[in-house]
């Protein structure tokens, strides 16, 4: 085990930084450090530190593979004179094995990004999209090598993407410019590895969350109007039979949390910045939305104000939040409970791994010197 009690600084968040999914979504930032670590840690509802990662990274994409590893793919690095937030956009691409729990390097993609969104493909292969570009590319686990597909219609940063049921995938969102809202959407066909526009969202914003649906549409929901600079409650669901949006909702609280689908088929909305409630940017509020009815509601609220966060399922049906602690949120109570030893970095990776624990990897530090992080830990249901 690394060596014992490293603790990073908590990452401030600025007015208008936006936090993401990262579940079938990617995530533009937001999610965990764990600070305090000793081998004696309980072995329940608690962080552990693991080896690190390859090479320090924040903002990458994270795929789980059929066969149980992860698939971690570009990011912002270290180098020389980059400042807090800066770094080189890396091409680099490494697999953690939960078998040993370490990372180990594979080939480079073909090209370098940053807030790129993926998706595991039906034959295996991972689609790895934009992330300062309009590009993609595959992974092949088989010969641990990418190569180019498709590209989209236009450069995309931090889109969110879903695995639709028949195989193809949606990227909905991602603007590149500075305060750039982007309601437009596309749908990759792995049969023809090409890109086609779909519908666009009925309202102009930058949404953060989006997630399949059990009857296979998709809900939209949350994020930010950089017009305003503000969080929004704007929810819209995607047909993917008519390639068109809708408007559902709204949110009760405006809010860019994260979205974690329940067994009984709602969709819990939990971990955003919001709009200053209970101080600047921070909100505890949660929404559990009711695809039946197309309407959210309250629940919780989260034991913390938070902002930046993720969300991840966990096998027994619970979700983990982080914000600026790590919760965990029981569908049965409707309560939140804080888990052990986690607190929050930005731009950290989360995988829910196919033995239950999650995966966490990277982030995003304040020192100016070096702010990407090599940090990983798993966190034990």
Known sequence: ??????????????????????????????????????????????????????????????????DGRVLVAGGVGNGTGYGLGGGPTLDSAELFDPKTDRFTATAPMTTARQAATSALLPNGQVLVAGGGTASAELYDPTTGKFSPTGSMSHSRCGALSVALQDGRVLVVGGGCDEYDNDNSSEVYDPATGQF???????????????????????????????????????????????????????????????????????????????????????????????PASGSFRRTGPMQTTVCGGQSARLASGSVLVFGW??????????????????????????????DGRILVAGGWSEDDYAPALPWASLYLP
């Open 1 to 66: 085990m690394p060596e014992v009690g490293r603790t990073l600084h908590k990452a401030s968040v600025a007015a208008g930084v936006m936090a993401g999914v990262v579940l079938v979504a990617s995530s533009l930032l937001g999610a965990v450090y764990v600070s305090g670590w000793f081998s004696s840690a309980p072995e329940h509802n608690t962080f552990v530190q693991i080896g690190d990662m390859t090479t320090a990274r924040w903002n990458p994409t994270a795929t789980l593979l059929v």
């Open 196 to 290: 086609r526009s779909t519908g666009s969202l009925s309202t102009v914003w930058s949404p953060s969350s989006a997630i399949r649906l059990k009857d296979g549409r998709v809900l939209v929901a949350g994020g930010v109007d950089w017009e305003t600079t503000e969080r929004v409650s704007f929810a819209n669901i995607y047909e993917p039979g008519t390639g068109q949006f809708s408007a559902t909702g709204p949110l009760p609280t405006p809010q860019d949390g994260a979205a974690a689908l329940l067994p009984d088929g709602r969709v819990l909305i939990a971990g955003g910045c919001g709009n200053g409630f209970d101080g600047p940017l921070t909100t505890s509020s949660a929404e559990l939305y009711d």
């Open 325 to 354: 602690d790590a919760e965990v949120y029981d569908p049965t109570t409707g309560t939140f409970h804080i888990a052990n030893g986690g607190a929050t970095s930005y731009g950290s990776s989360v995988t829910p791994l196919t």
